[in-house]
């Protein structure tokens, strides 16, 4: 508005200026009355800028803090309490077999408890005052760990091969000059065992057995019956082979015709038992078998008919 009203002066003094014979100095100029502000000449700027107001940030939500993994306080390893060994209490005969399995027993055991042998005159009575924990008695009243045949030997030369059961029971509690009661694995070559109703010890049913079984208390009695498994397989005998031996044996004359007859169990008939229950059987065959032939120029000639074969 204040630059309009200037051109417009502006553009009448230079019009009026302009006129021949103009005495400008005689003009008047108009005065222009306004109520406009005067105008500043000074150079201004095209715009002002707009003042800048500081924005405050907003304030938003704090993020949730962020899990710290604090390091594990380095402690002192505490060491548990080994549980006390369990007491076997057993007469001193089995100490020093049993001693031995028990060592191995306790390196490879899986119930972590481990077991002491000691030796007792009564280990029932050590189990009943609190004194052992298990006691090895000879019973079948428990868990067991030795069932083995008792054999009624007599030396080898004696003409004398079995007895019955109630023979054997009256032995057994009277005792006998000839007889000695051994466990059937330790019978010496110089003994023979006799026969019990016609049985052998190592025959089922035979009568006369040695059973040995552990008992305990109701607390330890899962680690007494694991110990009594692995005993059990630790103290059971070793396999048993049975051999028998005869001297010569021929089969000719009355022998050979009972055998041309067809009576070819006639000659063994009498030791049929012992020869068929060993599991070797050892003799020497002293004739011919066969029915062609010369006798030889000799004081004895012998020829068993084929069937003796």
Same mark, same amino acid.
């Given at each position: #508005? ?12 230079? #019009? ?5 014979? &103009? ?7 108009? &005065? ?12 201004? $700027? ?18 949730? $803090? ?15 309490? $080994? ?24 390196? &490879? ?185 010369? $006798? ?14």
């Amino acid at each position: #508005m204040k630059r309009s009203i200037f051109s417009i002066m502006l553009l009448t003094v230079l #019009m009026v200026g302009c006129q021949p014979g &103009t005495q400008l100095n005689r003009m008047a100029v108009p &005065t222009v009355m306004s109520s406009a502000v005067p105008i500043d000449p000074s150079p201004r $700027p095209l715009s002002a800028s707009p003042t800048t107001v500081p924005i405050e940030p907003t304030a938003s939500a704090a993020p949730p $803090p962020v899990p710290t993994v604090s390091e594990p306080t380095a402690t002192a390893a505490i060491s548990p309490t $080994p549980p006390r060994e369990l007491i076997l209490a057993l007469p001193a005969q089995w100490h020093d077999p049993i001693a031995l399995s028990l060592a191995e027993y306790n390196n &490879t055991s899986v119930s972590g408890r481990h077991w002491t042998a000691t030796a007792a005159d009564d280990p029932a009575s050590w189990l009943s005052a609190g004194s052992a924990d298990a006691a090895l008695i000879q019973a079948d009243s428990g868990f067991i760990i030795a069932d083995e045949p008792l054999a009624l030997t007599v030396p080898f030369t004696i003409e004398w091969e079995g007895i019955s059961s109630e023979e054997g029971q009256r032995i057994l509690a009277d005792g006998h000059p000839l007889v000695t009661v051994v466990k059937w694995e330790a019978i010496t070559p110089q003994e023979k065992a006799l026969r019990v109703d016609g049985m052998m010890p190592d025959q089922q049913g035979y009568p006369f057995r040695e059973i040995w079984s552990i008992l305990s208390s109701d607390e330890y009695a899962d680690e007494s019956g694991q110990l009594a498994a692995r005993l059990l397989e630790d103290l059971r005998p070793g396999p048993l082979v049975r051999a028998a031996a005869v001297g010569d044996i021929m089969l000719d004359r009355s022998l050979g015709y009972a055998i041309s007859q067809g009576d070819v169990a006639y000659p063994f008939a009498e030791l049929l038992l012992p020869l068929s229950s060993a599991d070797i059987t050892v003799g020497n065959l002293e004739s011919a078998l066969g029915d062609i032939g010369e $006798p030889a120029a000799k004081r004895y000639t012998f020829r068993a008919p084929p069937q003796a074969a």
